[in-house]
């Protein structure tokens, strides 16, 4: 196996919070949230102490999906401000000891990107996958005076870059090897992108659809070896950066070379299902192919937490020292943590876990205070992508204040990049400022207690005493963690936890070797005293 240069030491304290750009804070009160607005909101940041911001695409676009259909990989969108103001949103963001990272969207480009526009009119040009003739199944007609027929990556509007093909196939005239020279132009421009924005002060990049480079590539071998080479100048260029995968098979991505991979909705069979046997309750965001279940967090008590567990031994396993798994309370293609039954009383239990697991947290903007997933909400910039499969819920405008558009913007209400949840009891940060009996100020609190014990991170053992419920977990041989995420009591018996001392705990009775969790409770506590 490939060995690289072990990942930065700041990666094993990150806590990471995903920022969408269009949602978090408007400064010029168009509606969209922009570079500056983020910049004055850098001191709750600060404040709840994350770390490391990852920001979702804010280059040039048609926003068609988003910004996930970049035409200028090193231009900022206007619609989010300037590269000035993007410089100085990562000089104030340094000046807290806050990292930023942007989004590497490395397979494919929009199909108004001047690389692509000019490869449908130049039948000799191979930065994309064309076929000469015909319309094969899965590609979509040029739109140029090329003849033949592209390969998209995601959506039709989304060509996907040529990294070339593991396999030829002489019915196939369109694949191509993966040392061709599109595949090398290619390489050598991702290349270039990460070092002009690595070059202006940002810290790494989450690399967005990252296993889908080189196609029909059995095990991903030919990708890894992608990553690989990608990896090693990165190491050399920039060894204080890195890179997070949108893969979801960390036992894959971070041999290949990724410093970190998320447990994701999707991914292969078992990490797949790991992110969704935790929060998914089948409510929210929900893809017709996933088979329903009851998930760990759910009040009924039916789930459990063994897939995730399971999922996550075997990963951290096959990492060892290698690299990280991060595990996210939600992101933008995906529901909040607090979708539809699932009320706010059942939210510190969840915190409380993915801030303890021997795992990279990662924030999705607004969870820390429990904004609802907003359901039914019109197709927005590519939204919804089936009947129950709509991304906005988790992507309206974060919730500040009680004040006019909860003070995300001063655009009229119906300007707003999406609607604001419409609920009357809507979470707000400055009410959750003022209660520290918030959620707020228990998952600041939690971060707090990660930077001080690290035991408690990525790298402290952990040690399962009870499954199911209540779950039963010491860290470093030293805290231990009592989560119920059931409505109902649970108890179980573990002998010589009656002296320890509660260091965040509610509901949770230890007596002897007898501990009670009432529902929802959650506790982490000293057993050293
Ligand atoms: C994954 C991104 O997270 C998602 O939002 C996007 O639509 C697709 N990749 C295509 O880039
Ligand atoms: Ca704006």
Excluded at 398 to 411: K, R
Excluded at 488 to 514: M, N, Q, T, Y
Aim: proline share 9%; charged share 20%.
């Amino acid at each position: 196996m490939t060995s690289f240069r072990p990942a930065p030491g700041w990666l094993a304290d990150a806590v990471f919070y995903q920022i969408y750009p269009q949602s978090f804070a408007d400064s010029n009160g168009d509606g969209i949230g922009d570079f500056n607005g983020i910049t004055e909101r850098l001191d709750h940041l600060a404040w709840l102490g994350v770390n490391t911001v990852w920001l979702n695409p804010c280059f040039k676009s048609p926003f068609r999906d988003a910004g996930y259909d970049v035409s200028d990989d090193l231009a900022v969108a206007p619609r989010h401000g300037s590269a000035d103001d993007l410089a100085g949103l990562v000089d104030e963001a340094g000046r807290r000891g806050i990292r930023v990272l942007l989004d590497l969207v490395a397979g494919h480009t929009s199909d108004e990107h001047p690389w692509f526009t000019a490869a449908a009119d130049d039948p000799a040009d191979d930065r994309y996958i064309w076929a000469p003739e015909g319309l094969p199944e899965g590609f979509v007609p040029s739109p140029g005076t090329r003849p033949g027929a592209y390969l998209p990556n995601f959506f039709a509007f989304q060509p996907a870059l040529n990294f070339g093909y593991a396999q030829g196939n002489p019915a196939e005239p369109w694949r191509g090897p993966v040392d061709a020279e599109g595949p090398r132009a290619n390489r050598a421009a991702l290349r270039g992108i990460m070092d002009h924005w690595l070059g202006l002060g940002l810290s790494g990049f989450r690399v967005d659809m990252a296993a889908s480079l080189v196609k029909d590539d059995p095990g991903r071998r030919e990708t890894a070896a992608v990553w690989g080479g990608l990896r090693r100048w990165l190491d050399d260029a920039h060894p204080d950066a890195v890179l997070l995968s949108e893969w979801g098979e960390p036992e894959v991505s971070v041999p290949a070379g990724f410093h970190a991979d998320f447990f994701l909705q999707f991914g292969g069979d078992t990490d797949g299902l790991a992110l969704r046997s935790l929060w998914s309750n089948g409510t929210g965001t929900v893809n017709e192919a996933w088979a329903p279940l009851d998930c760990f967090f759910d009040p009924s008590g039916l789930g459990s937490p063994e897939p995730f567990v399971e999922a996550w031994r075997r990963a951290h396993g096959a990492l060892g020292a290698s690299g990280f798994i991060s595990l996210p309370t939600a992101n933008h293609d995906f529901s909040r943590l607090n979708c539809g039954p699932r009320t706010a009383e059942q939210l510190p239990v969840a915190f409380t876990f993915q801030l303890t697991w021997p795992t990279l947290p990662a924030i999705y903007y607004g969870d820390e205070i429990g904004m609802r997933y907003v359901p039914d909400l019109p197709d927005k910039e590519g939204s919804v992508l089936g009947p129950r499969y709509n991304r906005a819920g988790s992507r309206t405008p974060m919730q500040w204040d009680d004040g006019p558009n909860a003070g995300f913007s001063s655009a009229p209400a119906d300007r707003l990049y999406l609607p604001l949840d419409p609920s009357p009891a809507r979470p707000t940060v400055a009410a959750q400022r003022a209660d520290e009996s918030s959620l707020l100020h228990l998952v600041r609190r939690l971060i707090a207690l990660r930077s001080v014990a690290p035991e408690l991170g990525p790298d402290g053992s952990v040690e399962v005493l009870h499954g199911g419920y209540p779950f039963v977990h010491v860290r470093g041989g030293r805290y231990l963690v009592v989560l119920n995420p059931a409505r109902k009591s649970r108890s179980c018996r573990i002998d010589g936890v009656g002296g320890a001392r509660p260091l965040e705990a509610a509901g949770v009775r230890l007596d002897g070797s007898s501990l009670t969790a009432d529902g929802f409770a959650y506790g982490v506590f000293d057993l050293d005293g």
